[in-house]
């Protein structure tokens, strides 16, 4: 069993920066193997693609976030983090953590991040 839990979200002004965490938990996970994804969704978008990163390191990013959010992984920690910076309105949403390995996909509860004036 693996859970999947993202915490990080605040309330941030403009041009502010946010760091969020997941953390993947329990013996059933392998994090040496796994995909580590962020994710963010609103009431009118669809779930998206933030960021994702591979075990071997390897990086995507939304071209709306490149250059100005980082992905990073501590697999000794079974943690993944989102570094946010340069944080727009068009960024608040709920970011969901997502673990994949080959034999399942599980997903976090999502955090808040609201961005306004």
């Known amino acids: 069993q693996v859970q999947v839990v993202e915490s990080g979200g605040d309330s941030v002004q403009p041009g502010g920066s946010l760091r969020l965490s997941c953390i993947a938990s329990g013996s059933g996970s392998i994090f040496g193997i796994n995909t580590m994804g962020w994710y963010r969704q609103t009431p009118e978008k669809e779930r998206e693609l933030v960021a994702v990163?591979?075990?071997?390191?390897?990086?995507k990013y939304a071209d709306s976030v490149k250059g100005r959010f980082t992905i990073s992984r501590d697999n000794a920690k079974n943690t993944v983090y989102l570094q946010m910076n340069s944080l727009k309105p068009e960024d608040a949403a709920v970011y969901y953590c997502?673990?994949?390995?080959?034999?399942?996909?599980?997903w976090g509860q999502g955090t808040q991040v609201t961005v306004s004036s």
């Open positions: 997502n673990y994949g390995d080959p034999y399942r996909s599980v």
């Open positions: 990163i591979y075990r071997d390191g390897s990086i």
